[in-house]
């Protein structure tokens, strides 16, 4: 079955401790991204990849990291998580002619 | 640049009534139009495409959208709603030609669909 699965699902963390949030999709797409979604603001996109090795920022890239090592996974890094980065998180895959694929996101609450 | 828009933040429709949920684009080439859908505490969900070809694309749940190139809308319909449609609904497009083609999708602000009993 095609998937994109996000680990965790829930995340309630401290400021400043690092944490990784996993993206792993079953696809072969060439295309990933992170998304966080806020209330009245939709979703916005943090970081994209269009291949291994190969990331851009997005429009709010502030206080993330990622990496594509390998095509199928994009992990989305907090080195120092804020209270202002506490949203609901999505990951996608795409490949050329397609929709895009989300994972069934992950809710960080940070405290 | 690409961009979309969804004028209504909400919509309210009464069961067994039609619903449309607007959409309107801007893109230098030409489009790719998307629609998902999203449940909550749900990831989101596709629902349809537009890539080429009919303009009227039909997709899950009995939805379907136009295609409008004139107006540059992709509007979202269905002749009868469900209180089960009720959710968020968001429109994307992808730009695939012309100098500011883009393989990324850009995607509203989203549309929460609300239908009463």
């Known amino acids: 079955e095609a998937q994109v699965t996000q680990n965790p699902r829930y995340l309630i963390t401290v400021t400043g401790k690092k944490l990784t949030v996993t993206c792993s999709q079953n696809m072969n797409h060439e295309y990933m991204s992170w998304y966080r979604q806020d209330p009245g603001l939709g979703l916005r996109q943090i970081y994209y990849s269009m291949n291994v090795e190969v990331t851009d920022k997005g429009d709010v890239p502030e206080g993330y990291k990622v990496s594509r090592k390998e095509k199928r996974n994009f992990p989305l890094i907090l080195e120092s998580p804020s209270p202002n980065q506490t949203s609901l998180y999505f990951c996608?895959?795409?490949?050329?002619?397609?929709?895009?694929?989300f994972g069934q996101g992950t809710r960080l609450t940070v405290v | 640049a690409q961009s979309v828009a969804q004028p209504e933040d909400q919509v309210n429709v009464a069961e067994g009534n039609p619903l449309t949920v607007k959409c309107t684009y801007s893109v230098s080439g030409n489009p790719y139009l998307f629609w998902y859908v999203q449940y909550p505490n749900r990831g989101l969900q596709f629902l349809l495409k537009?890539?080429?070809?009919?303009?009227l694309v039909k997709g899950s749940y009995g939805f379907e959208a136009e295609f409008n190139k004139s107006q540059t809308s992709f509007h979202l319909k269905k002749p009868s709603a469900l209180v089960s449609d009720s959710a968020l609904y968001f429109c994307?497009?992808?730009?695939?030609?012309?100098?500011?083609?883009?393989?990324?999708?850009?995607f509203g602000r989203g549309t929460s669909l609300i239908v009463h009993p």
């Open positions: 994307a497009v992808r730009d695939i030609g012309g100098p500011g083609g883009s393989y990324i999708p850009t």
């Open positions: 537009y890539i080429t070809g009919d303009n």
């Open positions: 996608a895959s795409m490949g050329g002619r397609t929709e895009a694929f």
